[in-house]
């Protein structure tokens, strides 16, 4: 639990920064929270001792409870490095998430194949549309009796809730595939 002083400083910047992400003046806060301006001009500065009422009604106002508003503000942004990343090898193919945060559906994965490697996809769900770009190499997927061939550059669209197959050519090929639910 952060002291009075920690917690008055981290709503100022709390406050601060998400009204500068949501487009806001202190008006427009003072507005949507129905506190006067003056007195979020003086939450910001760090300078006031708001009652629960007023800080309750600020939270309310950005869609946050009031243990976020005075815990330390989120960076707004954090590096994954590789090694963190899930992700799978299998012969000369390695796959790597490049989603950290799980969103229903969704995989985004980056394919890395040493030369003449293949890998086999599993069907998803029904419905899934799958989107294979070929970054560099060449790479030839096959589904449901065709057969693409991608080179840098080249996107294909197909049904990902059939069985395929992903095969690369005669040099080190890096490809992404894009899963979506429809």
């Excluded at 003072?30 to 600020?58: I, K, Q």
């Excluded at 390695?94 to 003449?116: H, I, K, N």
């Excluded at 769900?125 to 065709?146: F, H, I, K």
């Amino acid at each position: 639990m952060p002291s009075p002083e920690e917690a008055a400083a981290n709503a100022a910047r709390t406050i601060r920064q998400l009204r500068e992400i949501r487009g806001w003046t202190q008006q427009r806060l003072a507005d949507l929270s129905g506190v006067p301006r003056p007195t979020l001009a003086s939450l910001e500065a760090g300078g006031a001792n708001p009652t629960l009422s007023v800080l309750v009604r600020v939270a309310g106002a950005f869609g946050i409870g009031l243990d976020e508003l005075v815990s330390p503000p989120r960076a707004s942004g954090r590096l994954y490095r590789a090694d963190e990343l899930p992700g799978k090898q299998r012969g000369g193919v390695s796959v790597r998430a490049l989603l950290p945060d799980a969103l229903p559906g969704v995989v985004v994965e980056r394919m890395a194949f040493a030369p003449g490697s293949t890998w086999a996809g599993s069907p998803h769900t029904p419905g899934t549309r799958e989107y294979l770009t070929c970054e560099r190499g060449a790479v030839t997927l096959t589904a449901a009796g065709e057969r693409w061939d991608l080179g840098p550059g080249d996107v294909l669209a197909f049904r990902g809730d059939q069985r395929h197959g992903y095969a690369a050519g005669d040099v080190e090929t890096v490809a992404y595939s894009v899963i979506l639910p429809v």
